[in-house]
T-cell receptor, first 110, second 114 residues
Framework: EDQVTQSPEALRLQEGESSSLNCSYTVSGLRGLFWYRQDPGKGPEFLFTLYSAGEEKEKERLKATLTKKESFLHITAPKPEDSATYLCAVTRGGADGLTFGKGTHLIIQP | EAQVTQNPRYLITVTGKKLTVTCSQNMNHEYMSWYRQDPGLGLRQIYYSMNVEVTDKGDVPEGYKVSRKEKRNFPLILESPSPNQTSLYFC?????????????FGPGTRLTVL
């Protein structure tokens, strides 16, 4: 059974204080690892897809990396508007949908 | 604007009263999916559809039905809702006929079953 574990569950940072969110996974035949951002009362918003170990992707203050067992979402010099729940998900492709982790609730204090 | 829409956004109903939550996308996507989101459990897939007239069960299909008669619409049907189906529901769609592409999510439907 595919498993996705995200840590920490919650993280409070000061504005400008860089940190990383972790997503460890167990999946047979990974075809893609996804990062989403979810704001309260809204649907998840796509951030990145990573397909193979060693791959990295960046978008503004966010950088996602992937190894054979885990992925990190690095946030550099965060701003209050980066506050959200960040979700990690994996898929084996084919007809399989996404298996999500429970998310990391990130709060950036001014 | 490319989007996934869901209706209604909020619904309070009683046990056993059949209901349908509609989902529509305007991106010509083949793959569509329904998820439910519960505190402490995260997002879990209910049903998915790889194309018109092709649907299959996800991880938590009990108590739900779907249909895919046309490409843009993928309604979720609760024939006899029960309180354990109180949840936040999301519809999603993506390019291609597999689940390995970026999925676009709707705004969600908050359902309460009394």
């Amino acid at each position: 059974e595919d498993q996705v574990t995200q840590s920490p569950e919650a993280l409070r940072l000061q504005e400008g204080e860089s940190s990383s969110l972790n997503c460890s996974y167990t999946v047979s035949g990974l075809r893609g690892l996804f990062w989403y951002r979810q704001d309260p009362g809204k649907g998840p918003e796509f951030l990145f897809t990573l397909y193979s170990a060693g791959e990295e992707k960046e978008k503004e203050r966010l950088k996602a990396t992937l190894t054979k067992k885990e992925s990190f979402l690095h946030i550099t010099a965060p701003k209050p508007e980066d506050s959200a729940t960040y979700l990690c998900a994996v898929t084996r492709g084919g007809a399989d949908g996404l298996t999500f982790g429970k998310g990391t609730h990130l709060i950036i204090q001014p | 604007e490319a989007q996934v829409t869901q209706n209604p956004r909020y619904l309070i109903t009683v046990t056993g009263k059949k209901l349908t939550v509609t989902c529509s996308q305007n991106m010509n996507h083949e793959y569509m999916s329904w998820y439910r989101q519960d505190p402490g459990l995260g997002l879990r897939q209910i049903y998915y559809s790889m194309n018109v007239e092709v649907t299959d069960k996800g991880d938590v299909p009990e108590g739900y039905k779907v249909s895919r008669k046309e490409k843009r619409n993928f309604p979720l049907i609760l024939e006899s809702p029960s309180p354990n189906q109180t949840s936040l529901y999301f519809c999603a769609s993506s390019f291609g006929t597999s689940g390995e592409n970026e999925q676009f999510f709707g705004p969600g439907t908050r359902l309460t079953v009394l």
